[in-house]
């Protein structure tokens, strides 16, 4: 099922039979080095069912990117619900084939998740967590009007959380009138 379409990429749902090309950019090292491990064919397999279950129980999870032109799973982005210090948030995440790194993609996905979070589903927050070290995941975050929020210690590991805020009509009303 389509859940959302850019000028370049379709999100959907996660079919059974993404499995092969999913492990394919899940098993490969430098695309999961801020990962404990590279996944295993059962990880993947794993990734997918969680993420079909958070559909029917949330409404939303990772989607998985497909370019437009060639219906190619280039990757996954979307939305999960994570506990961050006794808080339930919900994550922007994204991963893309390292062979489509630099192109834009997971900018162009990133944005539009939340502009489906904050438009559909009326949610008023949103992060991102990033490891520190994860610059190009940090420069995604950012362009799509994220910022270094606080550093937390989540997942064996210290991460940094982006975050962007819905701006209220009122706050585009000022803005309109300051300018």
Known sequence: M?????????????????????????????????YPAPFSIQQTQDWIKR???????????????????????????????????????????????KQYWSQGFATEAAKACKEYAFDKLG????????????????????KIGFTKEKEVFIFGKNHYIYSGVKESNEELLNEWCDS
């Open 2 to 34: 389509v859940v959302l379409e850019t000028q370049r990429l379709i999100l959907r749902q996660y079919r059974d039979e993404d499995i092969t090309s999913l492990h394919h950019i899940f098993s490969d090292p430098e695309t999961m080095k801020f």
């Open 123 to 142: 949610l008023n927050k949103l992060i991102s967590i990033i490891a520190p070290k994860n610059v190009p995941s940090i420069r995604v975050a950012e």
């Open 51 to 97: 993420n079909q279950d958070r559909y029917r129980n949330d409404g939303y999870g990772l989607w998985a990117v497909c370019l437009k032109e060639t219906n190619e799973l280039i990757g996954d982005c979307g939305l999960v619900k994570q506990k961050i210090n006794d808080n339930i948030e919900v994550e922007i995440g994204y991963h893309i084939n």
